[in-house]
């Protein structure tokens, strides 16, 4: 299906306010919304290490190992929103001061019939021991996701920073807001999340939707590690026709300068409201991270196990349009 794409990107994490507020800022952990591989679509992903120090005879300088950990979901063809399984596929790359690695995803994870999707997280990780996660904020990255037929769309990685004595803030997630949508029979919203100590779980979702005449809407969703989906399959109330039959604004989003709005629009807020785990049994909202930290310092940097399993919830809006844009959504509180 040949479609442009104008993206927005999402995330959040249990981390400190300061360490995801700016989504250009170098961090210890990336996170890319969306990856897929496959013959209709490929990813192109990018993780730069902006630390410049030079590596001397007696250290590596700026360098640091990179943890890629690939989230490749297992289709559920009975409910799209809860797929089969959640693998993960992961490597470990080497990158000096100043280096930018890019890869193809479909060569970087593991293959499978038919291509793979998910989401992807990077960690930095000592380059003295082996499989450790340490302090080191100065990761950036981005990705181009493009299908068979050309059209493509890009989004800067989601950057998760870490304190001086590299432990985290502990903070309870709260939402994000998605600060406009268009109703477009191509609108399409990607989520993922982890839970922290249990792969599947699920997560119950609040979204509470405000109309361009600010009419309050609602609607649920359960999921667990990821989908993407058109947004009037997550509900009928983000399709035009559902947003014109409510209290609207007529004159909103005219495309043409005529005196008459042309798209439904509106924003969202997305909130957790439970978690429910294998068995049925059911738990309030994620917790906040309680982090077993190691403050022994190896080479410059403390290392950490903290940013091993940590609440996350990520995810882009993707609509179709003319032009690319990447629009970061906020958190809240």
């Known amino acids: 299906m040949l479609r442009t794409f104008a993206t927005l990107a999402l995330s959040a994490a249990v981390l400190a306010p300061a360490a995801i507020a700016d989504g250009r800022k170098p961090g210890t952990v990336l996170i890319y919304p969306v990856h897929r591989s496959g013959p209709d679509y490929f990813t192109v992903l990018c993780v730069t290490n902006t630390n410049t120090t030079p590596a001397s005879p007696t250290t590596f300088g700026g360098s640091t190992n990179v943890h890629f950990e690939y989230y490749n979901v297992v289709p559920n063809p009975a409910n799209p929103f809860v797929p089969l399984d959640c693998v993960v596929f992961d490597r470990v790359e080497f990158l000096t001061p100043a280096d930018t690695l890019c890869v193809l995803t479909t060569c970087h994870n593991a293959s499978a019939p038919g291509g793979q999707e998910g989401y992807v997280k990077v ?193 882009q809006l993707t609509m179709a349009g003319k032009t690319n844009m990447a629009i970061d959504l906020i958190l809240t509180f």
């Open 123 to 315: 960690t930095a990780q000592s380059t003295i021991e082996h499989d450790t996660d340490w302090c080191f904020n100065f990761l950036i990255g981005s990705e181009m996701v493009i299908n068979a037929y050309g059209a493509m769309y890009s989004v800067n990685a989601k950057p998760i920073s870490t304190l001086p004595n590299c432990q985290p803030e502990p903070q309870a997630f709260k939402g994000l807001a998605i600060p406009a949508f268009i109703a477009s029979a191509d609108s399409s919203l990607a989520l993922a999340t982890n839970i922290p100590g249990n792969p599947y779980a699920i997560r119950h979702l609040l979204f509470s939707v405000w109309n361009d005449n600010e009419v309050p809407l609602s609607a649920t969703l359960a999921f667990r590690c990821w989908f993407d989906q058109p947004l009037s399959t997550i509900s009928p109330l983000f399709t035009d026709a559902f947003l014109r039959s409510v209290p609207n604004d007529p004159d909103e989003l005219d495309i043409n300068c005529d005196g008459v709005g042309d798209f439904e629009t509106g924003w969202v807020r997305i909130d957790t409201t439970n978690v429910s785990l294998p068995g049925g049994a059911v738990g309030g909202p994620p917790a906040p991270l309680s982090p077993s930290v190691r403050l022994t310092p190896v080479g410059a940097y403390p290392t950490t196990n903290a940013l091993r399993d940590m609440e996350i919830l990520t995810g």
